[in-house]
Each structure stands twice: as C-alpha cells, then as structure tokens.
C-alpha cells in the first residue's frame, strides 16, 4: 500500500504541517492564559494594555488554530476518499486481469467484500492517522517541553505515569487484532452466503431449502456477532482504562501543584497552565490508543487487499501478433488440462474442425465439452499441448483478437443493465437499425421488444423484465448481429418454446451457414443435421462421426440417444 502513500506524499506532508500547526497553537492558548492570571495579581495594580495584548494574542492562536484545523481535515478528507476511490479502481481493473482460475476459486462474496469494506475500513484507518496520530505526537512532545521549562518535578509525575496509558493500550490492541482478523474474513464469509442465497432464491424455495439455508446463515452470523463483540469489548477497553490514568494524574498533578503554590515556588498562573496541560496531555493519549485499536482493522483490511492485488495476472499478451484468419479451421493437438492439477479433465485429446465444418460434442456430464471451449477461448491455458486457429498457435496472438474470431450463446443467457439496442449491439456497435430490425424479426424478438413500451430502448434493470426465453433470444439475436467467424453454441434454445424453437433453429441454421460451428448438446435431437458428432468421455474422444454412422455403430452414441427416448425426454 506504500504506492498509494508515497504518490499523495506531498498531501500527507501538508497534513501532517496542518496537525502541527493546529498542535503547537492549542498548547500555546494555556500558556498565555497562565500568564495572564499572573499580570492580574495582585488585581490592584492591573495592566490593562498587557491584558489586552495577552487577548490579541490569544485571538491570533484560536484564528489560526480554526483555519489549521479546517485546512487539516479538508486536506485529510481529500486525500483519503482519492486514495479510497484509486484502491478501488486498481482492485477493479486487477479483477478484470485475473484469470478465470482466480474467480472460479473464490466466493464473489469475499472478494466483493474486499473491493468495497475492507477499502472502506483501511482508509478510515488511515483518516485516522492523518487526523489523529501526528497531532497527538506533537501535543506530547511540545507539551512535555513546556511543562518542564515550568517546574520539572510536576513534568516528572506526569511523565512516569502516562506510560501506563500506552502500556495498557499497546496491550489490549496486541492481543485484538486475532480478532478483527478473523471478523472481517467471517464478514467476507457472509457476504458469500448472502451473494450465494439471494441469488439462488428460486431454487432455495423449489427445493423447500429455506430453513437450512437459515441456519446455514445464522451458524456464520453467530460466529460473526461472537467475534465481533470480543473485539468491540475489549478495544472499548482502552479509551475507559486510559482515561482514568490520565484522570488520576489531572489530580496528583493539582495536589502537588496546589501545594508548591502554598509554597510560593509556584505561580497561580502556573498552576493553571499545568492543570490544563494535565489534561491536555491525556487527550492525545486517548486518540492515538483508538487510533491504535482501529488499526487493527486497518491492517487486516489492507492485508486483504494486499493480497489481491498481488494476486497473479493472467499471462500478459501485449506483444502478441493481432489473429487474422484466412480460414476458421481448428485443430487440438494432444491436448492435457487439469483445474486442480491433480485430477485430469482432458488427457491427450486431438482433434480437427475444418472450416466451415459443424461440429457437436456430445457425452455425459464432466466429459469435458464445456472445458474445451474454455481451452479455445483462452480462459485457461492447457498444461500440454497445441490448439492452433487456422495454422497459428492461439498462444502467439493476443486474446482480444482471438475472441473476436469467435460468438457464444450459453444455456445461461447474459444481458446487462442497460438498454435492449444496447444489449443487442455489443458485439458491433455501428449496425444499422435496419440490420438490428432484421435479426430481431428472425429470431422473433421484435414480438416482445414492440409490446414494451420504450422499444429498444427499454432498460433491462432487474431479471424481472425479461423471462429467460427471452433474455435467450436477444442472445442469439446479439450473436446474428456481430456476425462471427466461428460459432459457439451450448443448449442455445433450451429456454425458448417448442413453436419459437423450430423457427429461431431455422434462423441458427441461416446463421451457421459457411461457418464453422461448435455445439455443445445435451438434447441429441437438436444435433442430428451436423456435419461431425464428436463423442467424449473422461476428457477424451470416443466415437466420431455423422449421426448416422454414429447409430449404425451402436456404440456409445447409440446407448445415450436411445435412453433419452426410453425417458420420454421428446
């Protein structure tokens, strides 16, 4: 976190001369009020021209006191909320750098939790080292000058026993911050859940999994409100513990004063300044040992964020060449891949697609179909072996070209929150409204999109807008639109209608003309007219062929498009 610090360094200087400043006047207001109770004794012969100089000079210090304290906490503010806001940003754009492996292994909840309180708690952490340590610091030591200057034995006392303050606090924040650790990963934990929770309410309450998923989340909750509470308690320790030290020298250091004064080795005047140095003294103590206990927090956030933004970044491809394919043929040479590096997805998979070949992958469930796409999008890399895209190894080009070669519509449809037209044009952003119009008539969308009321540009705000059919069809209509090279389709009429289906595979079919076609199939009836069916099994290739071959074999193929039948699944 030294980068963000040392970037605004001449900020935090400014700051810290602000405290300084905003310190050294505050501690001079009692010195100058001490001198003048000493010109009015005795009150018979007062110097009303001294006293009026004393509050000349005492409205000077509380002038520049205001504007110090004013300039400090703007400076403060500022600083802390630009900081706060490039954390953020570098956190964000480091997720976008992440590899999929990153996210794929951690609850979004946590990370979310990072990217918006643990920043909220680190920076409130440092407002408060801005705001509070350096001009508690500078009380201390300017104050300690000033008393022993007045009488050293009254200085000494305050001195042996402040220490008690830090010793005490420096105790109780030593020992919390185990727990402030671990109550800000329980509340990363719970956001998890919480994300985990309300995103999968339909299925929660489909399967009556509502009161597990309660204690589930009342199990966590408790463990967060245990530990909080212990942190809470005994931080709250510290201001109470070192206020009644710094209460218990205000009073040694009244009675010692008081008595020197009988003795007339110490100044009424003196003793006032003392008295308000006294408690002065203690304030800085109290601020730094919150500030001590907050930190705690502080720096469990900022080890959080830490960490994620030295995670590892996906292999950089800069330099690459940009991909410009003659021919959209594909080929996977002895290909290995494993997520956890233990238990292999794929083993030594070859295949080639020729251009404008369609081309299924069917086989049951973690066969690795999905995993393969993954391979050829670049979202993982495979351990061992080649994948190759009209003759160039994907490796050697960058990724951006590389994806633009390719559209996708998965059985999970993905719209933002933004506009239908906005939705429909992110893959090419200059088509013409007539081509848009077009697509949508082919793929049946316009029936839905001219019932709302703004159209296109209608804003898809909720998932309540749009039914999943829908949101599917806009998918397929936004693929139409860009018009890619190569085609990925995974079940991408699995949300739409019998009736609808029949026309928009008419419109897939018009769209996968002369292009080359994956398509990941569960329903084997929605695959029967591909050029190549590829069978696979444990991350290999078993059978391939057309879907008559594939029959006649009586294989593999046969065994799983004939069960769907017996199951009446058409």
Known sequence: MKR??????????????CSCASALVR?????????????MMPIANLDFALIKDYLKQLALCAAVYSLSQWLSGQLSNRTVFTITREIRNDLFARLQQLPLSYLDSHLH???????????????????????????GIITILTILIFMFRLNGSIALTVVLLTPLSLLIARFIARNTHSLFTSQSDLKGKLNGLSDEFITSQKRIRTFNYHKEAQQRFD????????????????????????????????????????????????????????????????????????????????????????????????????????????????????????YDKIKPIIAGLSLNIRDGERVALVGTTGCGKTTLINLLLRFYDPDKGTIRLDGT??????????????????????????????????????VSQQRIDEICAITHCDSFIRRMKDGYETVIADDNVLSAGQKQLLSIARVMIADPRILILDEATSNIDTRTEINVQKALEALMENKTSLIVAHRLSTIVNCDRIVVMDKGQIIEQGSHKQLLAQRGFYYTLYNSQFRHGNF
């Open 219 to 338: 199990a966590v909750n408790e463990q967060l409100r245990q530990c909080s509470t212990k942190a809470i308690f005994f931080s709250s320790l510290v201001n109470p513990s070192t206020r009644l030290i710094n209460n218990a020298i205000y009073a040694l250091t009244g009675l010692q004063g008081a008595l020197m004064c009988l003795n007339g080795t110490l100044t009424v005047g003196a003793l006032s300044v003392f008295l308000s140095y006294a408690g002065e003294f203690g304030k800085p103590f109290n601020d730094i040992s919150s500030v001590l206990s907050e930190l705690q927090s502080c720096r469990a956030s900022g080890a959080k964020i830490e960490a994620l933004l030295s995670e590892p970044l996906e292999s950089r491809d800069d330099s690459a060449e940009q991909l410009d394919p003659a021919s959209s043929a594909i080929s996977f040479e002895d290909i290995h891949f494993s």
């Open 393 to 430: 190894d994907i490796t050697a080009v960058s990724r951006a070209s590389l994806r633009s070669c390719f559209g996708m519509v998965l059985q999970d449809s993905w719209v933002k929150q933004s506009t239908i037209r906005e939705n429909l044009i992110i893959g090419n952003p200059a």
């Open 27 to 39: 501690i001079l207001i009692p010195l100058i009020v001490g001198k003048a109770i000493d010109s």
């Open 109 to 135: 909840g946590q990370t979310i939790n990072i990217l918006i309180s643990d920043v909220e708690q680190f920076c409130d952490g440092l407002l408060l080292i801005s705001g509070s340590l350096f001009g």
């Open 4 to 17: 963000y610090l040392t970037k605004h360094a001449l900020a935090l200087i400014l700051i810290v001369l």
